[in-house]
């Protein structure tokens, strides 16, 4: 089991940044992927940024790429997502989601292929 916790959340102004923070334990020596995922309300659940633990390779989603920046500490039991350049539509519930088992980068950004979540942490953009 993994338990991951997420902070950092806050109300910002368009054009601004926040670091979000993501803290696992428990069985961290099997986490092969974390990613992150938001949700704003009546809308699903996409992903935002991920990072395969062993090689330290990023990927991102299209509306994020070039804003946002993902990275890992060394014992890989804390992820980090940058946000920077914040637009109103960025607001949303953000997710830190994590896997033991391998993930295809065609897959990384589907919820259903990982097993753990955190409660999620709330940003708001103001315009």
């Known amino acids: 089991q993994v338990q991951l916790v997420e902070s950092g959340g806050e109300t910002v102004q368009a054009g601004g940044s926040l670091r979000l923070s993501c803290a696992a334990s428990?069985?961290?020596?099997?986490?092969?992927?974390m990613a992150w995922f938001r949700q704003a309300p009546g809308k699903e659940r996409e992903g935002v940024a991920g990072?395969?633990?062993?090689?330290?390779?990023?990927y991102y989603t299209e509306p994020v790429k070039g804003r946002f920046i993902i990275s890992q500490d060394n014992t890989k039991t804390t992820v980090w997502l940058q946000m920077n350049e914040l637009k109103p539509e960025d607001t949303a519930m953000y997710y830190c989601?994590?896997?033991?088992?391998?993930?295809?980068?065609?897959?990384?950004?589907?919820?259903?292929?990982?097993?753990?979540w955190g409660q999620g942490t709330q940003v708001t953009v103001s315009s």
């Open positions: 989601a994590a896997d033991p088992w391998a993930i295809s980068k065609s897959d990384l950004f589907t919820p259903a292929k990982f097993h753990y």
């Open positions: 428990g069985e961290t020596r099997r986490t092969y992927a």
């Open positions: 990072i395969y633990a062993d090689a330290n390779t990023a």
